[in-house]
């Protein structure tokens, strides 16, 4: 039996709705998933939530993290200062299907401000379906863990 991929997700208030509906369809999908909040509408701090899922998948306690804030921009620059993560925001299926099979990217962000539930949809059925195509882009994601271990290195005291 295939072991279910594990999702961590999180949003902050202004993703929170679009979070409920990505919840449920991830799970109807099949996918485990790790629900991070924000747990209503009320104001959050978006880093907050961002750390928290990137965390998890940076230590591979999960396989995969869907970030949701208004534009996907904050969630993206708060995921991004973990070590290990590739977090792109991805507002459209050819970005995702990109950050995917070039990037090998392990947080989708999205901006609930800028797409609606099915599209929404069909960015997570594209992220989740598309793999990392290696060869070449593989140097290059070798080249951006590189950066990321110098640079968390260097300003460690």
Known sequence: MDR???IALGADHAGFPLKETIRGYLLSKGYEV????????QSVDYPDFAERVAKRVASGSADSGVLICGT?????????KVSGIRATPCNDTLSAQFARSHNNANVLTLG????DEATARKILD????TAFEGGRHER???KIAAIDQREHRERKP
């Open 126 to 129: 594209v992220w989740f379906s």
């Open 72 to 80: 996907g921009l904050g969630m993206e620059l708060a995921a991004n």
């Open 112 to 115: 609930a401000r800028l797409v």
């Open 140 to 142: 290059r994601i070798e």
């Open 34 to 41: 790790e629900d991070h909040g924000a747990s209503s509408a």
């Open 4 to 6: 279910k991929l594990k």
